[in-house]
């Protein structure tokens, strides 16, 4: 049973920094696709940015490029987001999502509707 938990959020000024983290359930492996999506509202949700849990180039979202880094520490089964120079855009709700990489297309973790989601943790920048 896959169990993802987000934890981190709050307010910061714009310009700052937050890190968001989610912790994963063991039964998260290496052959997962790891990301962060996130939904404004009245917006659509967005993926921000992806991972392969056994590691390979991360995907970025062109609105958070250069500015976010996710992370995976595998010791911690715990997945990062870094956010720096945040923007008023930025505040959402962000959640940390898994999904076995067979079900990706052609294994890559690029985002798409990942089965597994956490509940989400509010990111507020102003």
């Known amino acids: 049973h896959v169990q993802l938990v987000e934890s981190g959020g709050g307010s910061v000024q714009a310009g700052g920094s937050l890190t968001i983290s989610c912790s994963t359930s063991?039964?998260?492996?290496?052959?997962?696709?790891l990301g962060w999506f996130r939904q404004a509202p009245g917006k659509e949700r967005e993926g921000v940015a992806s991972?392969?849990?056994?590691?390979?180039?991360?995907y970025y979202a062109d609105s958070v490029k250069g500015r976010f880094a996710i992370s995976l520490d595998k010791g911690k089964n715990t997945l990062y987001l870094q956010m720096r120079s945040l923007e008023p855009e930025d505040t959402a709700v962000y959640h940390c999502?898994?999904?076995?990489?067979?079900?990706?297309?052609?294994?890559?973790?690029?985002?798409?509707?990942?089965?597994?989601w956490g509940q989400g943790t509010q990111v507020t920048v102003s």
């Open positions: 991972i392969y849990a056994a590691g390979n180039s991360p």
């Open positions: 063991g039964s998260v492996g290496s052959n997962y696709c």
């Open positions: 999502a898994a999904d076995p990489v067979e079900h990706a297309t052609m294994g890559r973790c690029e985002p798409y509707d990942y089965q597994y």
